[in-house]
């Protein structure tokens, strides 16, 4: 068993796991065959996989016209906006204050690997303290099957700083990819800033539930809507000017760092899939750590109907247009580019 204690504000420590299995124990049981366990803050950013041969990141590179963002601006990803963290405290992912012919110069970052189905998935991350953008770290499978935690830096309050949890649902895809009115979403307040310090945020993905927490404390389960079709796991930091969402534009660049990414899941195609509880079936298994400074729930729910009448006119545009427009839009150019770290590091 491994006991190893994972920090957000620091390196964790990615022991190779000499089994083939995960066993997550808290608070369900299930066991998972695939691991994908990152260290951005590693001098040498090896980046560490141990079931998957190839470069585990990508980062992305596509431009979304401001129609198809549903925002007075559009985004354009580009891979010279993912950089490592210059006292290695991680991977940067930029939003940059100059919109370049309509499109807001944006961050984001996939797993090569997207036939990623059920599992538990951790993210150190540290927000921006700019206002007007969106960070995020999720599930996708398409616009309909997502799983989000979503920062947006214009909701940072003394006392009141807002985690959006998010599930992109065929209910939220049939009310224009806003999840506001649906089960899906449930906004929470921090009690810390999240802007001030690396934070673990993590979200299992078992059958028919999604569990969130942060910090290792549980914030809410969702049952409805849950996907069941294999995905990637994404990090974004965009923005696109909507008043009732990323906000925006900036008006200086803003960096969201993310200092690690442990996954534990199970790949669709093969014979592991998504079953539910096999019941401690396999005996030689490592256990997926216990999250770091848990210990007091550092949150409290804030009320969906308490964004207001004013709120989020179209939450998660990250996914739910951007990616449509990917799929649909003439004028969308898309290269996937891979995220290279030279040699020397
Ligand atoms: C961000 O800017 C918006 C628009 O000016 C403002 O309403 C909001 O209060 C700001 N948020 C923070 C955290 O400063
Ligand atoms: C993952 O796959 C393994 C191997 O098939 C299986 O024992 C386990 O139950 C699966 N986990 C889930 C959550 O379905
Ligand atoms: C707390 O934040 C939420 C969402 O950002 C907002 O709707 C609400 O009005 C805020 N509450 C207070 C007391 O400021």
């Not at 899939?273 to 804030?302: F, N």
Request: proline share 8%.
């Amino acid at each position: 068993m491994r006991t190893t204690l994972l920090l957000a504000s620091a390196s964790p420590a990615l022991a190779a796991c000499p089994y083939a299995y995960y066993t997550l124990n808290t608070p369900n049981h299930a066991t998972f065959t695939e691991t994908l366990e990152t260290d951005f803050t590693l001098p040498n950013p090896s980046l560490i996989w141990t079931s998957a041969p190839g470069l585990a990141w990508q980062a992305q590179a596509y431009n979304v016209t401001p129609a198809a963002a549903r925002g007075p601006y559009g985004k354009t990803a580009q891979v010279g906006n993912v950089l490592l963290n210059p006292q290695s405290q991680g991977l940067d992912l930029w939003v940059r204050s100059q919109v370049l012919e309509g499109l807001v110069p944006i961050a984001e970052v996939v797993t090569a690997r997207n036939d990623i189905l059920c599992g538990s998935f951790r993210a150190g991350l540290r927000t921006t303290g700019t206002n007007g953008t969106c960070g995020a770290f999720f599930f996708y499978h398409d616009d309909s099957h997502e799983i989000d935690m979503e920062v947006l830096s214009r909701q940072r309050a003394p006392g009141n700083n807002t985690l959006n949890l998010v599930l992109q649902s065929p209910a939220s895809s049939s009310a224009g990819f806003n999840a506001a009115g649906t089960p899906g979403f449930t906004p929470y307040a921090l009690s810390f800033d999240p802007a001030a310090a690396f934070h673990e945020y993590r979200y299992d993905w078992l059958p028919g539930r999604v569990d969130m927490y942060v910090d290792g404390a549980w914030l809410h389960s969702f049952h409805d809507g849950v996907p069941d079709s294999p995905g990637a796991v994404h990090l974004i930091h965009w923005s696109n000017g909507d008043p009732g969402w990323s906000g925006g534009p900036l008006g200086e660049d803003a960096v969201l760092t993310v200092s690690y990414v442990p996954a534990y899941f199970n790949a669709s195609g093969g014979a592991s899939a998504c079953l539910g509880d096999d019941g401690g079936a396999v005996s030689e298994v490592c256990e997926i750590p216990v999250d770091g400074p848990a210990a007091q729930p550092s949150v409290r729910p804030l009320s969906a109907s308490a964004t207001g009448a004013a709120g989020p006119t179209s939450i998660s545009t990250h996914s739910g247009a951007g990616r449509s427009a990917r799929r649909s839009s003439r004028t969308f150019v898309y290269a996937l580019l891979l995220l290279r770290f030279p040699e020397q590091w």
